[in-house]
């Protein structure tokens, strides 16, 4: 079965603070996708980060990185300097086989100043 | 433009009837992708195209759910006698070909978001 757990439905930080928001997966596929993914109150899907079954560093988009842990199926987004603008629901998501994303249900970050 | 967009973004029609959305992909993305998502919840895989060719549908889309492609741009999406639990935000996102490099990220457009009275 291919799914994504993202056991957070809430989490609230501090302006500046770093946060981490957690994403196990489970898969069959030797090859797959791991994706982050922001969607704001005016839904739509904005791409952050990606890490690839086979990349052996921790992928990093300026304040995004991802924690790869690939013997636990892990794949944490660590956000550092929070923003006020990173107040959104974060979408962990698979692609295995490199094909449809299957999305967690997701976490809410609330930054507060 | 250059993003993925979706019209209309907000329908409101009444149980039994049939609406139709459409999407308009990044021009040179070949692959097209439907997804829903309902309250509280991450969005769901309905179906794929690559070009005009529709590759894999969800359990998800019943019968009553319909996706085409017919020139291998824009897609519709159509469905007919609506029912309350159609009720959710629907999602297209474009990929471009396949470049051997699977880092190629879906772009998704705003969506549209229906309600079923």
């Known amino acids: 079965a291919q799914k994504i757990t993202q056991t957070q439905p809430g989490m609230f930080v501090q302006e500046k603070e770093a946060v981490t928001l957690d994403c196990t997966y489970d898969?069959?596929?030797?090859?797959?996708?791991l994706f982050w993914y922001k969607q704001p109150s005016s839904g739509e899907m904005i791409f952050l980060i990606y890490?690839?079954?086979?990349?052996?560093q921790n992928a990093t988009e300026g304040r995004y990185s991802l924690n790869f842990q690939k013997a636990r199926k892990s794949a944490n987004l660590v956000i550092s300097a929070s923003q006020l603008g990173d107040s959104a629901m974060y979408f962990c998501?698979?692609?295995?086989?490199?094909?449809?994303?299957?999305f967690g249900t997701g976490t809410r970050l609330l930054v507060s100043p | 433009d250059t993003g993925v967009s979706q019209d209309p973004r907000h329908k409101i029609t009444k149980r039994g009837q049939n609406v139709t959305f459409r999407c308009d992909p990044i021009?040179?993305?070949?692959?097209l992708y439907w997804y829903r998502q309902t309250l509280g919840q991450g969005p769901e895989f309905l179906t794929y195209f690559q070009n005009e060719a529709q590759l894999e549908k969800s359990r998800l889309l019943s019968d009553r759910f319909s996706a085409e492609r017919p020139k291998g741009s824009f897609s519709t999406l159509e469905i007919q006698r609506t029912e309350q639990g159609d009720s959710a935000m629907y999602l297209c996102a474009s990929r471009g070909p396949v470049s051997g490099g699977e880092k190629d990220e879906q772009f998704f457009g705003p969506g549209t978001r229906l309600t079923v009275l």
């Open positions: 890490q690839g079954s086979y990349d052996q």
């Open positions: 021009s040179e993305h070949n692959r």
């Open positions: 998501a698979m692609m295995p086989g490199f094909q449809k994303l299957v």
């Open positions: 898969t069959s596929d030797p090859s797959y996708g």
